[in-house]
């Protein structure tokens, strides 16, 4: 009898722990493993697992079938690195990494296994987003003008049941703040729009939080044609929101994320509801996430996410950074592996 694959999660948090239900609610044939990030002790009981590997050594000498990289960013690219070098496809966790310094190193390993490498940003995956891009390729808008995208929540209500300032997103040393931990408006402005020229960026921390990261960053982008985005992400507000409004010559469409809607608002003030979809389950745009990527595994599909664009969303993340340091506009361009 053939021996069932072997899927491995590194890490233990909830995106680890909803990573390893959906394999087992889609694949019941497979065994899956899990591997402590931080060396922690855990029984398999704990995150729903089949297996528990002691260390990423032991679970790479298991011969896996695939594997997601589901633990802080910081430890991303080395353990995604000692994945890919064994030949194991991986789908590793937004962001890719904690810095872009980091990953210098490890662009050839990446590269040589771009094929079997994918970065889950799974807003990609969501009914509205697709549609929301198809619209804006249509053109239903004409010319566009700007996009003004906003995304903020009360850190503290995000796991009610934890203590955030102990979370990945409170915490420098595992890479968290707005534009680290909200990076999947940056990555869908560039799938949408395209990758911006310029930015300028404010970024603080308004000591309501107890946390060592900034909780509030704005930002400018702009294309070479003069199209701009106007972007506001924060760890603050008490009523979360998560719109993205794209201004056109003939028209605004607003795409509402945490409604699953998009709206048309045209020249003589009328307005249309071009999608709606409130009792979308959230899960099933990680339950596509997850079926895409055995295809991917398989040699079936192409990453959704590749390396590539993943390195941009990086490069922009330091170009804001860069620009909050020093309170100047900088070319993105300059902050590309």
Same mark, same amino acid.
């Given at each position: 009898m053939n021996r069932p694959d072997i899927y491995i999660v590194l890490g233990t948090g909830s995106i680890a722990r909803r990573h390893i239900g959906n394999f087992k609610s889609l694949f019941s044939e497979v065994q899956v493993g899990c591997i402590s990030a931080s060396g922690r002790a855990f029984d398999a009981a704990e995150v729903g697992a089949d297996i528990v590997f002691e260390s990423l050594d032991q679970a790479i000498a298991a011969k896996p079938a695939l594997a997601v990289?589901?633990?802080?960013?910081?430890?991303?690219?080395?353990?995604?690195?000692?994945?890919?070098?064994?030949?194991?496809?991986?789908?590793?966790?937004?962001?890719?990494?904690?810095s872009l310094a980091s990953l210098s190193d490890a662009k050839k390993v990446f590269e040589e296994n771009k094929d079997i490498v994918d970065v889950a940003y799974n807003l990609r995956y969501m009914p509205s987003a697709i549609k929301f891009k198809s619209l804006l390729d249509s053109n239903i808008l004409g010319r566009l003008t700007r996009v003004?995208?906003?995304?903020?929540?009360?850190?503290?209500?995000?796991?009610?049941?934890?203590?955030?300032?102990? !979370?990945?997103?409170a915490r420098k040393e595992l890479g968290g703040g707005v534009l680290l931990e909200l990076?999947?408006?940056? /990555?869908?402005?560039?799938?949408?729009?395209?990758?911006? /020229?310029?930015?300028?960026?404010?970024?603080?921390?308004?000591?309501?939080?107890?946390?060592?990261?900034?909780?509030?960053?704005?930002?400018?982008?702009?294309?070479?044609?003069?199209?701009?985005?106007?972007?506001?992400?924060?760890?603050?507000?008490?009523?979360?929101?998560?719109?993205?409004?794209v201004v056109g010559e003939l028209g605004t469409l607003v795409w509402d994320l945490l409604s699953n809607s998009l709206t048309f608002h045209g020249a003589s003030g009328d307005k249309?509801?071009?999608?709606?979809?409130?009792?979308? !389950?959230?899960?099933?745009?990680?339950? /596509?996430?997850?079926?895409?990527?055995?295809?991917?595994?398989?040699?079936?599909?192409?990453?959704?996410?590749?390396?590539?664009?993943?390195?941009?969303?990086?490069?922009?993340?330091?170009?804001?950074?860069?620009?909050?340091?020093?309170?100047?506009?900088?070319?993105?361009?300059?902050?590309?592996?």
């Open positions: 990289v589901a633990s802080p960013s910081p430890f991303h690219v080395e353990q995604a690195v000692r994945l890919l070098r064994a030949g194991i496809p991986t789908l590793i966790e937004k962001p890719l990494s904690d003004a995208v906003e995304v903020g929540q009360y850190l503290p209500d995000w796991r009610p049941g934890s203590d955030y300032r102990k !979370n990945v997103s990076s999947h408006e940056l /990555d869908y402005l560039n799938w949408i729009f395209g990758q911006f /020229d310029t930015a300028y960026c404010t970024a603080s921390n308004s000591g309501r939080l107890e946390v060592d990261v900034e909780d509030s960053a704005c930002a400018i982008l702009e294309h070479k044609d003069g199209f701009v985005a106007v972007l506001q992400m924060d760890f603050l507000q008490r009523t979360p929101t998560r719109t993205c409004k249309e509801v071009l999608f709606s979809e409130s009792g979308y !389950n959230r899960n099933a745009m990680y339950l /596509d996430e997850i079926n895409h990527f055995v295809k991917v595994a398989a040699g079936e599909l192409a990453p959704m996410v590749d390396i590539s664009q993943a390195f941009k969303v990086m490069g922009l993340i330091e170009a804001l950074k860069k620009s909050a340091e020093t309170k100047q506009v900088v070319k993105v361009g300059d902050f590309q592996l």
